[in-house]
């Protein structure tokens, strides 16, 4: 089945405590984000990625890490997290080509809390 | 950067009737026009999208329409039904800018019976 994954679903953790949230996919696709999503504000890009060892930053990518070793999986890390990255992470991929503009394709989200 | 602007956060709507649901964006050079409904705690799914090349769109009861000069893109739903309700989210995107999809600050849509 054609698929985004992420690991945990959900997260409680305390400020500063290092942490990482896997996403995998097996589309084989070259393009793949991630998304934080807060009342009112939609869904906001963090960081993204248009294929293995290349990412590039979104609209808020202070306190978030990214990498692509593989074209599969976008871990997304926050080294030293803090309150305000409280919120729902979703990750998804798409594929590239053409004319652009393709759909993406979201894992079912991780609720994280920071306390 | 492109900027998309949900003008609607909330709309009511009696089933059966049409809801209409208005996004406009910053950036001339975007092309591409998808939009994700969200149900509660689901994760977003495409439900239409349009290319600049094209008026509007339709695929059963919704559709979407394009107005390139004034920089605005509609979804309709026409004879709306309970499982409508959601979160409606409208995007746009372009080539050049590396595929990023700019999304609006999503409209939820609660259908009464």
């Known amino acids: 089945e054609a698929q985004v994954t992420q690991n945990p679903r959900y997260l409680i953790t305390v400020t500063g405590k290092k942490l990482t949230v896997t996403c995998s996919q097996n589309m084989n696709h070259e393009y793949m984000s991630w998304y934080r999503q807060d009342p009112g504000l939609g869904l906001r890009q963090i960081y993204y990625?248009?294929?293995?060892?290349?990412?590039d930053k979104g609209d808020v990518p202070e306190g978030y890490k990214v990498s692509r070793k593989e074209k599969r999986n976008f871990p997304l890390i926050l080294e030293s997290p803090s309150p305000n990255q409280t919120s729902l992470y979703f990750c998804?991929?798409?594929?590239?080509?053409?004319?652009?503009?393709?759909?993406?394709?979201f894992g079912p989200g991780t609720r994280l809390t920071v306390t | 950067g492109e900027n998309v602007e949900q003008h609607l956060s909330t709309l009511s709507v009696q089933e059966g009737d049409s809801a209409v649901i208005k996004c406009t964006y910053s950036d001339s050079a975007s092309n591409y026009f998808p939009w994700y409904k969200q149900e509660l705690g689901k994760r977003p799914q495409l439900i239409i999208d349009?290319?600049?090349?094209?008026g509007e769109k339709k695929d059963q009861r919704i559709a979407v329409t394009l107005n390139k000069t004034a920089k605005h893109f509609s979804l309709h739903i026409t004879e709306t039904q309970p499982e409508d309700s959601a979160v409606y989210f409208c995007a746009a995107s372009y080539k050049a800018a590396g595929n990023k999809l700019t999304f609006g600050g999503g409209t939820r849509v609660l259908v009464k019976p």
């Open positions: 990625s248009m294929n293995v060892e290349v990412t």
């Open positions: 998804a991929s798409s594929p590239l080509g053409g004319a652009g503009g393709h759909e993406q394709y």
């Open positions: 349009i290319r600049s090349n094209v």
